[in-house]
């Protein structure tokens, strides 16, 4: 008999007023027994609504079958078998409007945690199982792809499985992308996503890290050294500032700078060799999940105050709800409907504070989200030393800037086919959020997916 | 790894390091810059490129010890390695339509000014070459500043060597006696920079400055590096870091550079505390 409770297990967390000052990971996991017992509240229905939520089809009864019978690395190689990044999705996956938004257990009660249970079958296996991945013979055939985020890892699994001679570059020392530069410690501890990308190593994946591709090579002199296909998987890395007045002050990061200073540079730890604005009062302005990031890291490095700046309520945030209930645990102050409109220095040129109006919610725009408009006499400021603006990022110009024939839009994403992310150019291929703009994690990560068996294609139809 | 192939000690703070990285080396530009890790828990630290060789594959850096990273640098030998070199990064030196340059180097910007020398005379132009020194001691590079210009003015702060006086000087003292350039090239501490750019504007002479703001990725990401640039913000690391010296905001870079002065400061004393063997009381 299935668990009928209407309830998840609830998962183990730190406290926030003792979380709130380290960087360890908030969420504790689920010991085996509450596994077994949050997979009993599955249904295994035979038509698996919540696989079509997945975008990289993860076998999700199947999985959760084995973890009800104690299987816990069968388990995990069932969610390998479509997405080589488990640990990571487990926990960043916006699970509440994908899979389980569609589990049929959701209708009348909370739906089966499958991020949770994803988490823990990845975690256990990391643990406790010692693993041998074999490399699948080289069919001879080499694919180049740029980026080791998301997308870039995905495409790369799946190829190499293929028998597929697969480099990736990086542009950065270290591999992960927005896994290691953006996200931080206590989402997704770096460790994790090391030993996920360790067993693509394994599998004869090669890693090379200070590549900008663009700069160092071409697209089109990869082709010339030998790459029969290439993925462009670079992300949107290019931070947007408000342009208003006093942007430039010191004290104003982008939520880029300020989370890789933080993240891939560990300028948190005591001794690190790079520095960070320990700000007192803090000022984030945006409402996605990257600003939540912000805001909690800088509650973590010690600062008395830390706003979140909004300009449209709390309704319309794009962060997801449980990072908008750990940031507010953690006592991040939001300020919704109130928009910037400069930010004040002191006579050194340091931050002393920030203007803002109050904002109303008006017809609705083109988004669907209601409008904010200014209310007219409403200035205030806020006083604060830092300020992180997290409104947004772009794809990084270095690659359409020196790739002629690749076409972009008119906000610089890579124009590429939804289904198989073929570009412009032939044998190139792209996905995640250098095609989209910024998006998810695992929205990268399908399109990295998609985009590998319609390299398959290609090369195979190329002979 | 990249490995250290070649170590100069051109005087008392400034030191040359010549590293194998051939993909670089294919690449790199005069005017370009890369960014280097000295070990797994080292910074990110931008340079200038000052010379390569393509043959070879090779890359040289020339930087004086001033932190904690490059008084770390300053340390390593020749067949030692560097954790992380990337590069090229930035925007190459473009020199079209120059038939009389002035280039001029501050301090250490001598060795960044010298490969710009070194590739104008090479297309033929004829260089005047300003180099500006504290003192006698730490001059560098005399030889191969004399080999790549037409005439080399050498200056120095307390008159110990050369002219006495400000690299500035000597240049508006040229361009009273007459001389015309098609554009000034000044590389060196801001403040220098801006000051060279005061001496041209009245001329009208295109001046192109090489900015060194603070940066992590050098690939646009960031936004560490910015710098406004005719009233509008441009980042050093894509959109530079050659810009033209009469449009740059030189206040706020100066202002943008000292944003951890006070972290350089304790970290430069954590390093002395480990190499003296002192523990923190």
Known sequence: MPNMSLKKVSMPEQDPEVRNKNFEEVALGYTEEMAIEEAQRCLNCKHKPCVAGCPVNVQIPEFITLITEGKFEEAYDKILETNSLPAVCGRVCPQETQCEERCVRAIKGESVAIGRLERFAADWAINNAKRDYEKVP??????????????????????????????????????GGVLVYGIPEFRLPKSLVQKEIDVLLEQGVKIQTNMVIGKVLTIDELFEEGFDAVFIGSGAGLPTFMNIPGENLNGVYSANEFLTRINLMKAYKEGAETPIKHGNAIAVVGGGNVAMDAARCAKRLGAEKVYIIYRRSEAEMPARLEEIHHAKEEGIIFKVLTNPTRILG????????????????????????????????????????????????????????????????????????????????????????????????????????KAAAAIDEYIKNKE | MYKIVRKEVLNSQVKLLEIEAPYVARKA?????????????????????????????????????????????????EGDNLADFVGPLGVASHFEDVKKAAVIGGGLGVAIAYPQAKKLHSMGVSVDFIAGFRNKEILFLEKEMTAVSDRLFITTDDGSYGTKGFVSDVLKKLLDEGNEYDVVIAIGPPIMMKVVSEVTRPYGIKTIVSLNPIMIDGTGMCGGCRVTVGGETKFACVDGPDFDGHQVDFNELIRRLSMYKRDEKAAIERHQCRLEGKTNA
Request: net charge negative; charged share 25%; with cysteine.
């Open chain 1, 138 to 175: 080289s069919n001879g055939k080499k694919v180049a792809v740029i980026g080791s985020g998301p997308a870039g890892l995905a495409c790369a699994g799946d190829l190499v499985k293929l028998g597929y001679e697969i480099t990736i570059f990086e542009a950065f020392h270290l591999a």
């Open chain 1, 346 to 449: 002191d006579d050194e040129g340091w931050v002393k504070g920030i203007e803002c109006v109050e904002m109303e919610l008006g017809e609705a725009d083109a988004s669907g989200r209601r409008r904010p408009i200014a209310k007219e006499g409403s200035e205030h400021v806020i006083d604060v030393d830092t300020v992180i603006m997290s409104i947004g990022t772009s794809p990084n110009p270095l690659i359409r800037s020196t790739t002629p024939d690749l076409s972009t839009n008119k906000w610089g994403c890579i124009v590429a086919d939804e289904e198989t992310g073929q570009t412009s150019k032939e044998g190139v291929f792209a996905g995640g959020d250098a095609v989209t703009g910024a998006a998810t994690v695992i929205l990268a990560m399908g399109a990295g997916k």
């Open chain 2, 29 to 77: 530009e005069p005017g370009q810059f890369i960014i280097l890790r000295v070990d797994e828990d080292g910074e990110r630290i931008p340079f200038t490129i000052a010379d390569y060789d393509r043959e070879k594959g090779t890359v040289t850096i020339i930087f004086q010890e001033v932190g904690a990273t490059t008084i770390r640098l300053g340390k390593m030998t």
